[in-house]
């Protein structure tokens, strides 16, 4: 099975950007839908993105969207998110997921995104 790394969190100023990308090693890449969620502090994991096996169908939470855009690049085994116009309450450690069949069960390590008002 795939292993996930995540890169690109810091820290940024409300209405800022940032992109952060999932590398994947071992395993079939392209056999995985991919994903991220994010986990604030006192909360649990939530959903933010998705993207399916072969990029051409994604889907979002609605506190993200029309500010977030998950992609993917299967030949390089990378996923990314790409976050604009970023809100104090993006703060969260960010995590790319993998599903291979039914659910998500593979996380990298999380990155930590922070935003300042």
């Known amino acids: 099975q795939v292993q996930l790394e995540e890169f690109g969190g810091g820290l940024v100023q409300a209405g800022g950007s940032l992109r952060l990308s999932c590398a994947a090693s071992?395993?079939?890449?392209?056999?995985?839908?991919m994903g991220w969620f994010r986990q604030a502090p006192g909360k649990g994991r939530e959903f933010v993105a998705t993207?399916?096996?072969?990029?051409?169908?994604?889907s979002y939470a609605e506190s993200v969207k029309g500010r977030f855009t998950i992609s993917r690049d299967n030949t390089k085994h990378m996923t990314f998110l790409q976050m604009n116009s970023l809100k104090p309450e993006d703060t969260a450690i960010y995590y790319c997921?993998?599903?291979?069949?039914?659910?998500?069960?593979?996380w990298g390590q999380g990155v930590q995104v922070t935003v300042s008002s």
């Open positions: 993207i399916s096996r072969t990029g051409d169908t994604t």
């Open positions: 997921g993998a599903n291979g069949k039914v659910a998500y069960d593979i």
């Open positions: 071992g395993g079939t890449f392209s056999n995985y839908k």
